[in-house]
């Protein structure tokens, strides 16, 4: 809308609109960006909303579970012989029958929803701290530090390459033998197996990011380097690193199933999670096919969701997809 | 080229080394050390002893780290504690089996892969890029195992269509060569034979595919639609080449160096992949050898696999970088 007001007044305008506009850009950062077209994204909706459903059934399902988790209750009734091959199916009572302990299933799955959240969140924390600060100091060194800094790099990233070198499986097996089966194995197993991932990620989009002009500009105005690396370089480069995580934590609980398929798993089967309960159902899979398909189906659709919202996350967060 | 090959398999060295310092720093910290390692839980204190005492546990480390390298590089690997034969004995006869698996699973990945995550690409939006995206994730999604279980249930135990376990039919009596069935079969024109290897193959083989495959199908797919936006391809259009030209010039012959790479990385995955799928099938193959042997707690066996797949991931990377050469060869150059 422009009121006519001469030549001087049209000056005006405009400059008002480049001042908008100038405004404007300034104000919708990477994530702002990136969250807008997230929105727009129905994968990534339909990610959000199963693990929006995940983790409130995780974290509030417990409390309002119909029986507990580890009480035999099918066997107490008689129902459950699991001997003979009985094991009563889904029923009005217990919505997905019992399993060969004669425990409620449903009850299994809800509060085994909380331990595999648990078991991928911890997991895939341990693999991005420990590879973030690996990654972190390779890549502060890479891209700022000389002689010296090239040498830290590559001795750490040799290390890493190492571990990448060693099929995911077979070095989550290796430390589970060193520190014997239990759930906090698991973790650390799964969440080393991706230290290797983070640390190449975090480094490579931190060489990415020194190159810029920022970096250089910091540099010309005599800004110290590690306040560099800290304050410009590091933030800039979190993007791939938090979507990785996304998409680390569904291997995550993936692994950790394969786990407790190898046995390597929380020897305490009464903790029900879903990985164990899959494992656990293989001798019953001829009378009882449910009972590996509800935790498998768990998994499958969790997993999913964490993948479906991660991708659409690396797409949002692509530089080259943005206006 | 020449001094490309001679300079990579120079920086194999520092890796290999750096493996082998691991390896022996996890063989000494394991639960009660390498004499459980050798003789299970059940040794007296006497024979943990004396098997201290044979293995040098006494010496100075550096001693001990020399004489466990040269043990590895004459691939003395051990006994295992559970069926007390040599391991690398053990393996060799198992490795046959593991291998023919592990391949099926590559053919059925890469045979299946790029062709459906070009035509994916090309058909950009339509029905057939969303099934092969949509179940692409869910490959990636499903546990291995109980994918296994599922095949097996579905066209083994119920339609019968395939063999439940095993790596053959016993009753063929094949006669046994190189003790890779197929080529067995092949060799001694025993066709009968062959044919039922590869019958017992297909089932485990689409298993073991199924990740491979599905990150494949997403790798070529979105190789392809990058390169289709690029300038050449449209340079190469308008100057009136035929579209199979450009499609196997031009296209193709770029948008394969991401999947070639991805190939190579995931052969470590395929390898501890057949840890489960052979379990699930009985395929006598390394796999279900060394699934047993976690729960046997058969260490040496465990290190042996260990070894052997790092040593295997390393070369399939390296004729990786090769074949990558040999492909772009701008890599050659740098």
């Given at each position: 809308?422009?009121?006519?007001?001469?030549?001087?007044?049209?000056?005006?305008?405009?400059?008002?609109?480049?001042?908008?506009?100038?405004?404007?850009?300034?104000?919708?950062?990477?994530?702002?960006?990136?969250?807008?077209?997230?929105?727009?994204?129905?994968?990534?909706?339909?990610?959000?909303?199963?693990?929006?459903?995940?983790?409130?059934?995780?974290?509030?399902?417990?409390?309002?579970?119909?029986?507990?988790?580890?009480?035999?209750?099918?066997?107490?009734?008689?129902?459950?012989?699991?001997?003979?091959?009985?094991?009563?199916?889904?029923?009005?009572?217990?919505?997905?029958?019992?399993?060969?302990?004669?425990?409620?299933?449903?009850?299994?799955?809800?509060?085994?929803?909380?331990?595999?959240?648990?078991?991928?969140?911890?997991?895939?924390?341990?693999?991005?701290?420990?590879?973030?600060?690996?990654?972190?100091?390779?890549?502060?060194?890479?891209?700022?530090?000389?002689?010296?800094?090239?040498?830290?790099?590559?001795?750490?990233?040799?290390?890493?390459?190492?571990?990448?070198?060693?099929?995911?499986?077979?070095?989550?097996?290796?430390?589970?033998?060193?520190?014997?089966?239990?759930?906090?194995?698991?973790?650390?197993?799964?969440?080393?197996?991706?230290?290797?991932?983070?640390?190449?990620?975090?480094?490579?989009?931190?060489?990415?990011?020194?190159?810029?002009?920022?970096?250089?500009?910091?540099?010309?105005?005599?800004?110290?380097?590690?306040?560099?690396?800290?304050?410009?370089?590091?933030?800039?480069?979190?993007?791939?690193?938090?979507?990785?995580?996304?998409?680390?934590?569904?291997?995550?609980?993936?692994?950790?199933?394969?786990?407790?398929?190898?046995?390597?798993?929380?020897?305490?089967?009464?903790?029900?999670?879903?990985?164990?309960?899959?494992?656990?159902?293989?001798?019953?899979?001829?009378?009882?096919?449910?009972?590996?398909?509800?935790?498998?189906?768990?998994?499958?659709?969790?997993?999913?969701?964490?993948?479906?919202?991660?991708?659409?996350?690396r797409e949002?967060?692509d530089p080259k997809l943005r206006k | 080229?020449?001094?490309?090959?001679?300079?990579?398999?120079?920086?194999?060295?520092?890796?290999?080394?750096?493996?082998?310092?691991?390896?022996?720093?996890?063989?000494?910290?394991?639960?009660?050390?390498?004499?459980?390692?050798?003789?299970?839980?059940?040794?007296?204190?006497?024979?943990?002893?004396?098997?201290?005492?044979?293995?040098?546990?006494?010496?100075?480390?550096?001693?001990?780290?020399?004489?466990?390298?040269?043990?590895?590089?004459?691939?003395?690997?051990?006994?295992?504690?559970?069926?007390?034969?040599?391991?690398?004995?053990?393996?060799?006869?198992?490795?046959?089996?593991?291998?023919?698996?592990?391949?099926?699973?590559?053919?059925?990945?890469i045979g299946v892969g790029i062709p459906l995550g070009y035509l994916a690409a090309r058909k950009r939006g339509r029905m057939l890029d969303h099934l092969s995206v949509?179940?692409s994730?869910?490959?990636?999604?499903?546990?291995?195992?109980?994918?296994?279980?599922?095949?097996?249930?579905?066209?083994?135990?119920?339609?019968?269509?395939?063999?439940?376990?095993?790596?053959?039919?016993?009753?063929?009596?094949?006669?046994?060569?190189?003790?890779?069935?197929?080529?067995?079969?092949?060799?001694?024109?025993?066709?009968?034979?062959?044919?039922?290897?590869?019958?017992?193959?297909?089932?485990?083989?689409?298993?073991?595919?199924?990740?491979?495959?599905?990150i494949i199908v997403r790798i070529t797919r979105a190789s392809v639609l990058e390169v289709l936006n690029e300038d050449f391809v449209r340079t190469a259009e308008a100057k009136g080449l035929t579209e199979n030209t450009v499609r196997r010039r031009h296209v193709l012959r770029n948008a394969m160096l991401p999947v070639v790479t991805s190939i190579?990385?995931?052969?470590?995955?395929?390898?501890?992949?057949?840890?489960?799928?052979?379990?699930?099938?009985?395929?006598?193959?390394?796999?279900?050898?060394?699934?047993?042997?976690?729960?046997?707690?058969?260490?040496?066996?465990?290190?042996?696999?260990?070894?052997?797949?790092?040593?295997?991931?390393?070369?399939?990377?390296?004729?990786v970088?090769?074949s990558y050469s040999l492909i772009d060869p701008r890599v050659r150059v740098r």
């Amino acid at each position: 809308m422009t009121v006519n007001l001469g030549r001087k007044g049209e000056k005006i305008d405009r400059l008002a609109e480049l001042a908008a506009v100038r405004d404007d850009e300034r104000g919708v950062s990477l994530w702002q960006e990136a969250f807008r077209r997230l929105r727009r994204n129905p994968a990534a909706i339909v990610g959000a909303v199963i693990l929006v459903i995940f983790v409130l059934v995780a974290l509030v399902g417990p409390f309002f579970v119909p029986y507990g988790p580890t009480d035999s209750i099918g066997i107490r009734e008689g129902l459950v012989r699991s001997g003979q091959g009985i094991i009563p199916g889904p029923s009005g009572e217990h919505w997905l029958g019992f399993d060969h302990q004669g425990r409620d299933v449903f009850s299994r799955m809800v509060v085994g929803a909380r331990q595999t959240l648990l078991v991928g969140v911890v997991s895939t924390l341990i693999g991005l701290a420990v590879g973030a600060v690996i990654g972190g100091v390779a890549g502060a060194a890479a891209g700022l530090g000389g002689r010296w800094g090239r040498w830290i790099d590559s001795t750490l990233m040799r290390f890493v390459d190492m571990l990448l070198a060693l099929p995911s499986l077979l070095l989550a097996v290796s430390i589970a033998a060193l520190l014997g089966a239990s759930l906090t194995t698991v973790m650390i197993a799964v969440g080393v197996v991706s230290v290797p991932v983070f640390a190449r990620l975090l480094r490579g989009s931190m060489i990415a990011q020194s190159n810029s002009d920022y970096v250089l500009a910091a540099t010309s105005l005599g800004v110290r380097k590690s306040k560099i690396a800290l304050t410009h370089v590091v933030p800039n480069s979190l993007a791939p690193v938090i979507v990785q995580a996304t998409l680390t934590l569904a291997t995550a609980i993936i692994e950790a199933a394969a786990l407790s398929f190898l046995g390597l798993g929380n020897p305490d089967s009464r903790v029900p999670e879903w990985g164990v309960m899959l494992a656990d159902a293989q001798p019953y899979l001829g009378i009882r096919p449910g009972l590996a398909i509800y935790p498998a189906v768990g998994i499958i659709i969790t997993a999913l969701g964490f993948t479906l919202l991660g991708e659409a996350m690396r797409e949002a967060l692509d530089p080259k997809l943005r206006k | 080229m020449f001094r490309f090959i001679v300079r990579r398999l120079l920086q194999l060295i520092p890796t290999l080394f750096g493996l082998s310092i691991l390896l022996f720093i996890w063989l000494r910290r394991l639960p009660g050390g390498p004499e459980t390692a050798i003789l299970g839980e059940r040794g007296t204190p006497e024979m943990r002893a004396e098997i201290r005492r044979n293995l040098g546990l006494d010496e100075p480390i550096l001693v001990q780290y020399g004489r466990f390298v040269r043990r590895m590089l004459q691939l003395d690997l051990g006994t295992s504690t559970s069926t007390k034969r040599a391991v690398t004995t053990e393996f060799l006869e198992r490795f046959p089996g593991t291998v023919e698996l592990t391949v099926t699973g590559m053919i059925i990945a890469i045979g299946v892969g790029i062709p459906l995550g070009y035509l994916a690409a090309r058909k950009r939006g339509r029905m057939l890029d969303h099934l092969s995206v949509g179940g692409s994730l869910i490959g990636i999604c499903i546990p291995v195992f109980f994918l296994a279980y599922v095949l097996k249930a579905i066209f083994a135990e119920n339609l019968g269509w395939f063999p439940a376990s095993g790596r053959q039919d016993p009753t063929i009596g094949a006669t046994r060569v190189t003790n890779f069935f197929v080529l067995d079969g092949l060799m001694t024109r025993e066709w009968d034979a062959a044919a039922d290897a590869v019958w017992h193959l297909v089932l485990p083989g689409l298993a073991l595919a199924s990740i491979p495959l599905a990150i494949i199908v997403r790798i070529t797919r979105a190789s392809v639609l990058e390169v289709l936006n690029e300038d050449f391809v449209r340079t190469a259009e308008a100057k009136g080449l035929t579209e199979n030209t450009v499609r196997r010039r031009h296209v193709l012959r770029n948008a394969m160096l991401p999947v070639v790479t991805s190939i190579g990385l995931l052969t470590g995955g395929l390898l501890s992949g057949a840890v489960l799928t052979e379990t699930v099938f009985a395929f006598s193959g390394i796999g279900a050898f060394v699934a047993d042997s976690i729960s046997q707690r058969d260490y040496p066996v465990l290190m042996g696999f260990i070894l052997i797949i790092a040593v295997v991931y390393v070369l399939v990377n390296l004729i990786v970088d090769l074949s990558y050469s040999l492909i772009d060869p701008r890599v050659r150059v740098r």
